[in-house]
């Protein structure tokens, strides 16, 4: 593994978006026995085109059954949205609002809310659910991964009872802070603790893929690419 060429994460998420995909990074947490990092395959991108890369701000939602509830022992259960709010204020630059934890029948991201992300500098939002105001959210121009497109509002159905906190999605665990990439392929979680090795092994598997590609492109057979390059 060579050395680190990024000096922050800026320098990190430009490389990223202009050098990788989620195929090549999980390829190479695979390889690193981190087999379980894809998001569910939902979740998808409003816009096949649409690229994610940030930092998590994890959101833990939860199924309420009414909007506000007097006789609740809990105040959040009076809280319209819960800590929604509060979690939308939270987006630091470059973070992603990544919320999970209610059942996925209605929609958990909407045009207000990725008009505040983009305010605080947000990088995007992936929801284990669904999103709604999708011409909106394309106005809005940040990449939003979720199940689709469904009008059912969260408010009588679900809260946000904290963030900032470890989330699973199917169990993938995703802590604050982890490199969250997405692309028309899917979702997937570089855990922080070894995002620099399997970034520069994903920007060496990338790079050999290119010279897999023109060899194959020139007549050669997939077993004597396989031979030279172990790559495919």
């Not at 669904?130 to 991964?145: C, E, H, K, N």
């Not at 009588?156 to 604050?176: A, Q, T, Y």
Request: hydrophobic share 40%; charged share 25%; proline share 6%.
């Amino acid at each position: 593994m060579g050395t680190k060429i990024w000096r922050n994460d800026n320098e990190l998420f430009e490389l990223i978006q202009k050098e990788l995909f989620t195929a090549v990074v999980g390829d190479i947490m695979d390889k690193m026995g981190l087999q379980k990092q894809f998001l569910p395959p939902q979740i998808r991108p409003l816009k096949d085109d649409m690229f994610l890369v940030g930092r998590a701000m994890p959101v833990l939602e939860a199924d309420c059954f009414e909007e506000l509830s007097g006789d609740s022992q809990n105040p959040l259960m009076n809280k319209p949205f819960g800590l929604m709010l509060e979690a939308l204020d939270a987006i630091q630059p470059d973070e992603i609002y990544i919320c999970s934890g209610s059942s996925p029948d209605y929609a958990l991201m909407g045009e207000l809310m990725m008009t505040r992300i983009k305010q605080c500098g947000g990088a995007g939002a992936v929801v284990n659910g669904y999103s709604r105001d999708t011409y909106g959210i394309q106005a809005v121009g940040l990449p939003v991964f979720s199940y689709g497109p469904y009008a059912q509002d969260q408010a009588p159905r679900g809260k946000v009872i904290d963030f900032g906190v470890p989330i699973e999605m199917n169990g993938v665990r995703i802590h604050p802070g982890d490199i969250i990439i997405g692309d028309i392929d899917g979702v997937c979680v570089v855990p922080r603790k070894v995002e620099e090795e399997v970034i520069m092994r994903a920007l060496e598997k990338a790079n050999g893929e290119k010279m897999v590609l023109k060899a194959i492109q020139g007549g050669m057979s997939a077993v004597d690419a396989w031979e030279k390059y172990g790559i495919m």
